[in-house]
């Protein structure tokens, strides 16, 4: 399947150098994520691998400039990116969405699901269509994701399951269409059944829409699954990066080395001595 | 053939709600485990994993209740036993108990060593300061934690070391039984290795007689277990050795979960992953035929009308599906 | 929304608060239609008059008299002989009639009367006795035979021109009049206090200026707290850091002591039933401060939060959307405890005495102060500030109730 999943596409979608997030002064002072640089093509699934606290949570809020970066610069589809202000940062969302790890924090719980799906539609410049044109719009969307509009509408998020949350997130980023996506362990709070939906709609997006999906995730054997090239990271600082086959089957960092060693196994022995 | 360690036979406890709703969380299950085998416990969030963990013990408080059933541990029925007598007879020497979230429950002024002492002292009111201390040196030695860790306060240990000393503390005293409820799973994957480490070094060396291991990771669970049950729903849908459940699943719940396994390995990425569409049923109000058939693309309406019962092939495998096993090797070949 | 109103009636702790409140609430709404008195106006002349019915004397002499054939005596006497009289009596009895103190009931005044009227002379020798003590025993006697004469009472009419007094009417002891037939006359439920003002209707009257005194000073506080909470917490930084400086400052310093150095500077002239509400919220938002600071600290790295911002939201949108609604009940919670210790906060002002400096209207704090100064307390006029006492103790143990039960229905930790 590795043919099909690999479009071949070069321009540079996401790029950035020496960038660095440091919390706190003086005694305090933690280096969340050190001098990191990175290239996201166009099309590409990019998975960021790393243990809890190795900073690539850091690193994705930095990407869509929930917080600010404190050294480097980081490139958005060739340009530098510019997002001082309210006004640039609603415009640079236009082209970075993300899905987030816990579907249940995720949604407002007082709104209703259609006030969700609106919201995507007024960002895109739909605020003043009719309301038929926007029933529509939502339906579409509820549909590519495998749910019916009919049975949400007017609906709470905490009437939902949390695979059905995380779908209705997807159905969000299909409205809006950015050019990035950032899903952050998108499927480690869902069961097993319902990742594989996910995954397979996560594909099916990019597929459609040629969109840039990064993939933050502690789970290696997800990311050898779905990306195409992995950027292993450890204490804030990339240790590894390639295609997914060269950096997962073999492995040049001692990080990435006992990373994949100690992750379990199934037709390899595990081996138990190493630790 | 070992001794029978641990004999559980339809189990059945209940959750009662704050509507008085009863809520079957564990609905007939029995089991059994010979004396150096470990047994793994798989299923979804929600299919009652850890009510069983729970229910096994014998010790339940509110809104846990106990509903009919027998659990036997080395032939002795605890059945009966009140929770003090639980607390004091059982818990400890005869079953321990490891939750998600052990590590976190250590007292933070008191020392290693003081924990150890009280649970000995619980059971042996004489032992001196003296013999503890080296019965427990000479413990932590053989599982390969580091003497000064008993001198040391809870804090002072990172994530992973304190959750195999709360291991080695709850296996003082020799179990007949440990259930581990996802021991490892808040650990990084290091961390967790060097857990399931020094639960395979308790069982061969004999200071745990036989182990249940309840997890939601199946590549985990197939490298710890010998043999591993699916739950769906309160009940077992599927019981097998480790590798036949991992490689020759039969119940169609346990063929989607076992299609849904990622592991870095050569291939891995080739591997078509299986989506069972749904969601597991209210257990307030379980369907009557099988559980699984609403989710299930093999159902006929068969399956919706009676309780489905156990079926058992001829090597003991049991799996609880309304298709015989012939039927249902038919139907995989086909796709 | 509506099946949440339907849980929180679902506790009973809640429910027991809401009910008392309501009543206390609806009593000061309807009483006031029913007796349309002044609450102020002074009525007796003197202090502290018993609660009970008081009718007109001069009506009472003039309404047609009923002839009952009851023997009043015994009942005067039984009101009229004090204890320490029975006492002195049957202790002159012991002594020198050589009663033994067991033969004698000093709570039935007939039977010791009828005793005292068999032995007692005043010409006996009374070895032992002071002089005074004699005459008083002779003066109680004096008394007691009066008391045990049935003689009809003479109502004398002057004559405007000559100055003569002439018999109107003569009044039989056993005269009596119904009371439903004299037209003038006051119930006193509570009695009076100390410028004989109807304690009742001015407890009421003190119930709405306290409960209003504390939505006030609950208002503004929370007020001040919710939006100093919002901003400290939500936009954190230089601005969080110099909240959280100025609620610290106000927090080290006591604010109970900080309300009386603001009563006192303000003066005398300045300080009314307003003005105290708003010294009293205005010194009692830090603690809502810190706690909507922290909470809105926790909220504000949710992911909702994070997703909102990443569709567009202002700034102002999302502290209205997604902040807010999740701290509502919250906020909601310190609002009824802000106004439990309002009242209190006022109650206490009142009784040092730099509550409301106004006559024209009463609060539970000045009534009590009232009751105080005027010495209520010590002779026993229970009316003037017991059930001051109780309605400030209903009122912060229903308010406290509700928040106990709201408590336990949005804390998850609490419910069982």
């Not at chain 1, 990116?81 to 899905?99: C, F, N, S, V």
């Not at chain 1, 990066?241 to 950096?247: P, Q």
């Not at chain 2, 709360?166 to 799973?185: F, G, M, N, Q, Y």
């Not at chain 3, 600290?297 to 902040?323: E, M, Y």
Request: charged share 20%; net charge neutral; aromatic share 8%.
């Amino acid at each position: 399947m590795s043919e099909e999943k690999k479009p071949v596409k070069n321009s540079s979608c996401l790029s950035g150098t020496g960038v660095t997030k440091i919390f706190g002064m003086g005694k305090e002072k933690t280096v969340a994520v050190d001098h990191v640089d990175f290239q996201f093509r166009e099309g590409e699934i990019v998975s960021i691998v790393g243990e809890s606290g190795s900073g690539k949570t850091t690193l994705s809020k930095m990407l869509l400039g929930l917080i600010s970066v404190t050294e480097g610069e980081i490139c958005f589809q060739g340009k530098p990116r510019d997002i001082k202000g309210y006004h640039k940062k609603k415009e640079y969302w236009k082209g970075i969405q993300a899905i987030f790890q816990d579907p249940f924090s995720s949604f407002n719980v007082f709104y209703k699901i259609d006030q969700v799906l609106l919201d995507c539609i007024k960002m895109r410049g739909g605020a003043r269509l009719p309301y038929e044109k926007k029933v529509e719009m939502m339906t579409e969307a509820c549909r590519f994701v495998n749910l019916k509009f009919e049975e949400l509408t007017n609906k709470y998020p905490f009437e939902l399951s949390g695979g059905q949350m995380q779908r209705l997130m997807i159905a969000r980023i299909f409205l809006l269409k950015p050019a990035i996506l950032l899903a952050d362990e998108p499927t480690s709070m869902i069961d097993a059944c319902s990742r594989a939906t996910i995954l397979d709609m996560l594909l099916k997006l990019r597929d459609e829409t040629n969109m840039t999906i990064i993939f933050i995730t502690h789970d290696i054997g997800l990311a050898f699954y779905i990306s195409d090239s992995i950027y292993i990271m450890e204490h804030g600082k990339f240790v590894e990066s390639g295609t997914a086959e060269a950096v997962i089957l073999n492995p040049k960092a001692a990080y990435t080395k006992r990373l994949i060693n100690d992750v379990p196994k199934i037709h390899e022995e595990w081996d138990l001595s190493t630790v | 053939m070992g001794k029978t360690m641990l004999e559980v036979d339809h189990l059945k406890t209940k959750y009662i709600t704050r509507f008085g709703e009863n809520v079957f969380a564990v609905d007939g299950i029995s089991l059994k485990i010979e004396e150096g085998k470990s047994l793994g416990i798989a299923g979804e969030s929600g299919c009652g994993k850890s009510t069983l963990a729970l229910s096994l013990m014998g010790y339940y408080f509110a809104p846990l209740h106990y509903q009919s059933g027998t659990i036997k541990v080395d032939g002795v029925d605890i059945t009966g036993m009140k929770p003090d007598e639980i607390r004091k007879k059982i818990l400890g020497n005869e079953i321990a108990y490891i939750p998600q979230a052990a590590m976190n429950a250590l007292n933070p002024t008191q020392k290693i060593i003081s924990f150890i002492e009280d649970v000995i002292r619980a059971h042996d009111p004489g032992a001196s300061k003296k013999e503890i201390y080296d019965l427990a040196r000479e413990r932590f030695e053989i599982l390969g934690l580091p003497e000064s860790v008993l001198k040391k306060h809870a804090v002072e240990l990172s994530g992973g070391m304190r959750q195999r000393t709360v291991i080695a503390i709850s296996t003082i005293l020799s179990p007949k039984v440990l259930i581990a409820d996802e021991p490892s799973s808040a650990l990084d994957v290091t961390s967790q290795k060097m857990v399931i480490k020094m639960l395979r070094n308790l069982m061969e060396k004999g200071f745990i007689k036989s182990m249940i291991f309840i997890t939601h990771e199946l590549p985990l669970l197939y490298n710890v277990t010998d043999e591993i049950m699916v739950m769906y729903a309160g009940q077992i849908v599927e019981h097998a050795t480790a590798k036949e459940m991992v490689f020759d699943p039969l119940h169609p719940y346990s063929k989607g979960l076992m299609g849904s396994i990622l592991v870095p390995e050569k291939g891995a990425r080739d591997a078509k992953l299986t989506a069972i569409p749904g969601t597991p049923p209210n257990l307030k109000n379980p369907p009557k035929g099988c559980r699984f058939a609403d989710r299930c693309r093999y159902a006929k309406p068969a399956c919706m009308l009676h309780p489905i019962a156990e079926s058992r092939l001829d090597d003991g495998r049991m799996y609880r599906c309304y298709l015989e096993e012939k039927e249902l090797r038919e139907v995989y070949q086909d796709e | 929304m509506k099946n949440q109103i339907r849980q929180i009636f679902h506790s009973p702790k809640f429910t027991v608060g809401f009910i008392i409140f309501a009543a206390l609430l609806v009593l000061t709404v309807f009483y006031p239609l029913i007796v349309t008195n002044d609450p102020l106006e002074m009525v007796g002349q003197g202090n502290f008059f018993k609660p009970g019915t008081y009718i007109s004397v001069s009506e009472a002499v003039n309404t047609n008299p009923y002839t009952l054939n009851l023997n009043a005596s015994s009942s005067r006497l039984e009101q009229n002989l004090s204890m320490e009289e029975r006492m002195a009596m049957a202790d002159w009895l012991n002594q020198f009639a050589g009663l033994s103190s067991k033969e004698m009931d000093v709570t039935d005044a007939g039977e010791l009367v009828s005793l005292w009227k068999d032995h007692y002379d005043s010409a006996s020798e009374q070895k032992g006795l002071i002089a005074a003590r004699k005459k008083y025993f002779s003066r109680l006697d004096k008394k007691i035979t009066g008391l045990l004469e049935d003689r009809d009472v003479l109502l004398a009419e002057k004559n405007q021109e000559t100055g003569e007094v002439s018999v109107k009417k003569t009044i039989p002891s056993t005269s009596y009049v119904n009371v439903k037939d004299v037209g003038s006359r006051r119930v006193f439920i509570l009695g009076t206090d100390n410028f004989g003002r109807d304690v009742l209707t001015e407890l009421v009257a003190a119930i709405k200026t306290s409960l209003k005194i504390g939505f006030i000073a609950g208002l503004i506080a929370t007020t001040i707290g919710l939006s100093l909470g919002l901003v400290a917490g939500y936009l954190g930084g230089v601005i969080d850091d110099f909240i959280l400086f100025i609620t610290n400052l106000f927090t080290v310093i006591p604010s109970f002591i900080l309300l009386i150095l603001i009563s006192y500077s303000i003066g005398k002239n300045a300080r009314g039933v307003m003005m105290v509400a708003i010294i009293i919220g205005l010194t009692s938002w830090t603690w809502t401060t810190r706690s909507v600071r922290s909470q809105v600290i926790s909220l504000r790295n949710r992911d909702h939060v994070n997703l909102s911002k990443l569709s567009g939201h202002s700034l102002f949108r999302i502290i209205l959307t997604d902040i807010l609604p999740y701290i509502a009940s919250y906020v909601v919670m310190a609002l009824i405890l802000q106004i439990s210790s309002g009242i209190l906060a006022e109650a206490q002002l009142s009784m040092i005495g730099l509550g409301p400096a106004t006559t024209t209207v009463s609060t539970l704090g000045l009534m009590m102060n009232w009751a105080m100064s005027y010495s209520a307390h010590l002779n026993g006029d229970w009316w003037a500030y017991f059930p001051v006492i109780i309605s400030i103790a209903l009122i912060s143990f229903s308010l406290n109730l509700m928040n106990t039960g709201l408590d336990q229905i949005f804390n998850p930790q609490l419910r069982e």
